[in-house]
């Protein structure tokens, strides 16, 4: 059996004459960028994600770019984020010639440890960037507390976690600013790049929106210089088709991880040294944390050969993410060494993720499951 990463296409089966028709409507109104289609999308993603308003944007990673730069990032200035992440999180930082400043993260959430935020703030800090990586939100109460205490912006990379809640709130609905990806991979995926950005201060999302088309305002006026950091009609149409199903699709995640979660511990293999991922509880969270599982990832000593394992039996496995940004060769300048950061370090060594996607077959979970167990045997 074969059993890839993601599959698309089965996903795309399900809904291709809706998906079609979508996009015949964009072709017959001609209008390719911005207009109706991105202005519904907004309205929608923003009503979905507890936020008053949404901005569609040309990628995740630009979602975070524009977002530095409408809270007034300048060359020198200090962000916070983890090492653990995708690259743009940290990329868009530097890009403007601030600073990425690296904190570890928790061990068992994989998101940003609260307790060792105030010891890396100085006087050039000027905002947190928390990731809700893998669907599962960061504990955002003591984060924003502290951000609050020290006069700080928080952008939520949202990116892989559009839907998810903490506590009952909505992911990028917590701080300043939050950005969703429409990357192809992500819950939400769109049909090429697409990002968004979500908050509910209106000086804000009228700053985001003009520096989205090079700060033009009036048009052809340029009070400040943004960039062309618009999104197309055409992506637009598709994910407002998709956004219906994004709630049953995270379910599917969230009940394959169930399922893994239950195999995994009954098959005695958490005893043989593999984690599953754990769901956060956090403080007075009680049981309103809800988790999408963009990503379920184990955790095993023998991860590299576990791999392997998986690969000679077709099911596709990834490692999100094999070196911590701290150790990137282009953030060699920030002076960061091997072991300022372990427990990023050690989850860099030790993570897989492996099929969640909801449109995986009772066989081919099956088929996962009985692979692992039988590597571990
Ligand atoms: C995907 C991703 C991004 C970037 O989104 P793009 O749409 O690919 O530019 C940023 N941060 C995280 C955590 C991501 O997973």
């Not at 059996?1 to 089966?13: G, S």
């Not at 040309?58 to 770019?65: K, N």
């Not at 099929?355 to 045997?377: C, K, N, S």
């Given at each position: ?72 990032i300048?060359p020198g200035d200090e962000v916070i984020t983890t090492p653990f992440t995708?690259f743009?999180t940290a990329g868009v930082v530097a890009r403007l010639k601030a600073r990425p400043v690296f904190v570890d ?14 010891k890396a703030i100085t006087?050039r800090t000027k905002a947190?960037i ?193 070196l911590p940004l701290h150790l990137q060769e282009c953030f060699k300048e920030l002076g960061y060494g091997k072991g300022d950061l372990?427990?990023s370090e ?32």
């Open positions: 059996m074969k059993v890839p990463l993601l599959d698309l296409k089965a996903q795309y089966l399900t809904i291709k004459e809706e998906i079609r028709s979508a996009i015949d409507e964009v072709l017959e109104s001609q209008i390719f960028i911005l207009g109706p289609k991105v202005e519904e999308l907004e309205k929608s993603v923003a009503a979905y994600s507890q936020t008053k308003y949404g901005i569609g944007v040309s990628s995740g990673t630009d979602a975070l770019l524009i977002s530095l730069m409408a809270i007034d300048q995708f743009a993260i928790d061990s068992v959430t994989f998101n940003i440890d609260p307790a060792k935020i105030e006087k947190i928390p990731i809700h990586l893998f669907g599962q939100c960061a504990d955002m109460d003591p984060i924003m507390a502290i951000a609050n205490t020290h006069g700080l912006s928080v952008i939520e990379d949202a990116a892989q976690s559009i839907g998810a809640e903490y506590k009952g709130r909505r992911a990028g609905s917590i701080g300043h600013l939050g950005i969703f990806s429409f990357f192809p991979s992500k819950n939400l995926g769109g049909f090429g790049d697409g990002g968004m950005v979500v908050m509910n201060d209106e000086k804000l999302f009228e700053k985001v929106k003009i520096l989205r088309v090079h700060g033009s305002h009036p048009k052809y006026y340029h009070k400040i210089v943004g960039g062309n950091f618009r999104l197309d009609s055409l992506q637009a149409a598709i994910l407002s088709v998709k956004l219906k199903y994004l709630d049953e699709w995270s379910h599917g995640r969230q009940k394959n991880a169930d399922e893994y979660d239950q195999k995994f511990k009954t098959s005695g293999l958490i005893e043989k040294g593999l984690l599953v991922p754990p769901r956060a509880i956090y403080k007075n969270g009680g049981d309103k944390n809800y988790h999408i599982y963009n990503q379920y990832t184990i955790r095993t000593k023998k991860r590299d050969e576990l791999q392997a394992h998986l690969k000679s039996n077709a099911i596709g496995s990834e490692i999100y993410y094999p372990p427990v050690e989850a860099a060594g030790s993570v897989l993720s492996i099929p969640i996607y909801p449109e995986l077959m009772a066989e081919q979970r099956d088929y996962i499951v009985a692979t692992i167990v039988g590597f571990h045997a």
